[in-house]
Each structure stands twice: as structure tokens, then as C-alpha cells.
């Protein structure tokens, strides 16, 4: 897996529906990585697109087979490329940190997000698309996505797209192996230690009631748990709750 097999694409739907294509006609390998320059449709969480100028940032999907992997512990994929990517930014930047369930932020503002799509086969997965865009080179963004930011627009620097997408493989692959290997409290742990907010009390909304709790802890499946001032645990998944 570490010589990964590297598609490059000008213009594309979005580099997720390709890798998925790839998987369908058995053509990928594990560790088979796509980048493109541009995606029509990029796709975001839920219904969003995902705004990003062309030639300027990372849009990368990579195939893993994690076939050893219980469906049910899906979200610790999700949890190895947040880890990652937060690996690769932290050589670049402070205050970056996870945005459960698994945006990544640096102070304020979202820099990446992740999308994976997984396949399943009896109770394991067979495939995992994984799914980053990165902003690197973006100065403008147009979109009304809550407060994006590039990495170029914090360190003044000018990223290689190509270079950047080798060291984050890396890290994935890293992580990867961890998560092969069952080290399941590391990959806790550190996700846990990464997440935004992590520590003291912040407002939270759940429909349209806002209260304050904290973080208490990531449930097995991928939910927040958060604890209110009464000392009660509330459990919820991705959507059902938001920071305010
Ligand atoms: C989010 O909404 O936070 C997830 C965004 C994921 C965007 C990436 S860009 C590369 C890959 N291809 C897509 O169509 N989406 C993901």
C-alpha cells in the first residue's frame, strides 16, 4: 500500500463518484488515490456541495479495502483520516483541532472536510471511499459554508497539491496500520484529545433549545455525549445536535 497508485484528473464530477466507479469495475487497489484539479459536483456532508477553486486545493479520495473492519465501527475510519489530516496540519499551523464528527478546523473556521463512503458485505466493510478536501491555495471562497479557510491564507505560504496529498496518504497509512492492528484506545484517545472544544462548558443547540453542556465523551458508534450541568449524560448522533 505505501507505493500508492496516484490518478491525476483535470475536471471531474467528483473525485468520490470516481473511486467508487473504480471499485464497481474492480479496477482499483488498495490505496489507489485520486486527485483532480476541479470537481463539478464536489460533494459535501448531507446535501452540500464542496466549493473549491480551480487548480488551488486538495480533492482527494482514496480506496482502502477494510474488510477486517466491523460495519458497526465504521466511524473509526473516520476517525483515522481526522487524526491525519490534523498530523499533517500541525506541522504547518496551531489551533487546529476536530469539529465532531469529523471537520477540521483551525481556531475558527473549517479548513477540511472529510466525506467517506463505505461499502458493506455481510458484517464487515469490503470498501471505503475516503474523501478530503483541503483548502491549500484559496483566497476568495464564495460559497455560504460557514467560515472556510485555506492553510495558504494562514501561513502566507504556497502549497504543492501533489506534495501535500503524498505526506497526508502517509499519514492515513499510518493511522491505517493502527487501526489493522487494533490499537483501537490510541486512535481514541487521540481523537478524543483533538476534538474542538473538548474542554469547558459551550452552548449547544438541539433544534431550537440552546443549553450548555460539555463534551463528555464519543460513543462507540460515533455519537457526542455530551454532560449538562445536572450531571445528566445525553447522547447524540451527527445532525441531531450543533454548535452554537
Ligand atoms: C464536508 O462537507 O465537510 C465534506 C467535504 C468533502 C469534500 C471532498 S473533496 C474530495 C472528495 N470528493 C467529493 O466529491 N467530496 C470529497
Not at 484528473?9 to 467528483?14: C, G, K, P, Q, V
Given at each position: 500500500?505505501?507505493?500508492?497508485?496516484y490518478?491525476i484528473?483535470?475536471?471531474?464530477?467528483?473525485t468520490?463518484?470516481?473511486?467508487?466507479?473504480?471499485?464497481?469495475?474492480?479496477?482499483?487497489?488498495?490505496?489507489?488515490v485520486v486527485l483532480a484539479?476541479?470537481?463539478?459536483?464536489?460533494?459535501?456532508?448531507?446535501?452540500?456541495?464542496?466549493?473549491?477553486?480551480?487548480?488551488?486545493?486538495?480533492l482527494m479520495?482514496?480506496?482502502?479495502?477494510?474488510?477486517?473492519?466491523?460495519?458497526?465501527?465504521?466511524?473509526?475510519?473516520?476517525?483515522?483520516?481526522?487524526?491525519?489530516?490534523?498530523?499533517?496540519?500541525?506541522?504547518?499551523?496551531?489551533?487546529?483541532?476536530?469539529?465532531?464528527?469529523?471537520?477540521?478546523?483551525?481556531?475558527?473556521?473549517?479548513?477540511?472536510?472529510?466525506?467517506?463512503?463505505?461499502?458493506?458485505?455481510?458484517?464487515?466493510?469490503?470498501?471505503?471511499?475516503?474523501?478530503?478536501?483541503?483548502?491549500?491555495?484559496?483566497?476568495?471562497?464564495?460559497?455560504?459554508?460557514?467560515?472556510?479557510?485555506?492553510?495558504?491564507?494562514?501561513?502566507?505560504?504556497?502549497?504543492?497539491?501533489?506534495?501535500?496529498a503524498?505526506?497526508?496518504?502517509?499519514?492515513?497509512?499510518?493511522?491505517?496500520?493502527?487501526?489493522?492492528?487494533?490499537?483501537?484506545?490510541?486512535?481514541?484517545?487521540?481523537?478524543?484529545?483533538?476534538?474542538?472544544?473538548?474542554?469547558?462548558?459551550?452552548?449547544?443547540?438541539?433544534?431550537?433549545?440552546?443549553?450548555?453542556?460539555?463534551?463528555?465523551?464519543?460513543?462507540?458508534?460515533?455519537?457526542?455525549?455530551?454532560?449538562?450541568?445536572?450531571?445528566?449524560?445525553?447522547?447524540?448522533?451527527?445532525?441531531?445536535?450543533?454548535?452554537?
Open positions: 500500500m505505501s507505493d500508492s497508485k490518478i484528473l483535470n475536471e471531474i464530477e467528483s468520490n463518484n470516481y473511486a467508487n466507479q473504480l471499485i464497481l469495475s474492480n479496477a482499483a487497489e488498495e490505496g489507489t484539479h476541479y470537481q463539478i459536483k464536489g460533494k459535501g456532508q448531507g446535501k452540500n456541495n464542496w466549493e473549491s477553486e480551480y487548480g488551488k486545493n486538495l479520495s482514496l480506496v482502502m479495502f477494510p474488510k477486517f473492519l466491523p460495519a458497526e465501527n465504521q466511524f473509526m475510519i473516520s476517525k483515522v483520516v481526522s487524526i491525519a489530516l490534523i498530523e499533517f496540519l500541525k506541522n504547518e499551523t496551531e489551533l487546529v483541532s476536530i469539529k465532531w464528527p469529523n471537520d477540521i478546523y483551525v481556531d475558527d473556521r473549517k479548513i477540511a472536510g472529510i466525506l467517506i463512503e463505505n461499502s458493506v458485505k455481510g458484517q464487515n466493510l469490503s470498501s471505503s471511499v475516503l474523501g478530503i478536501g483541503l483548502n491549500l491555495n484559496q483566497q476568495f471562497f464564495m460559497s455560504d459554508a460557514p467560515n472556510p479557510v485555506s492553510l495558504g491564507q494562514i501561513t502566507g505560504k504556497n502549497y504543492k497539491i501533489e506534495r501535500v503524498k505526506i497526508v496518504v502517509e499519514c492515513i497509512q499510518k493511522w491505517y496500520v493502527k487501526l489493522k492492528e487494533n490499537q483501537l484506545s490510541e486512535i481514541n484517545n487521540n481523537y478524543f484529545s483533538l476534538l474542538y472544544r473538548c474542554k469547558g462548558w459551550w452552548n449547544f443547540r438541539e433544534r431550537d433549545k440552546v443549553f450548555e453542556a460539555r463534551i463528555a465523551g464519543i460513543g462507540e458508534f460515533g455519537q457526542l455525549m455530551l454532560e449538562l450541568h445536572t450531571g445528566e449524560r445525553k447522547e447524540f448522533t451527527f445532525k441531531e445536535i450543533e454548535f452554537v
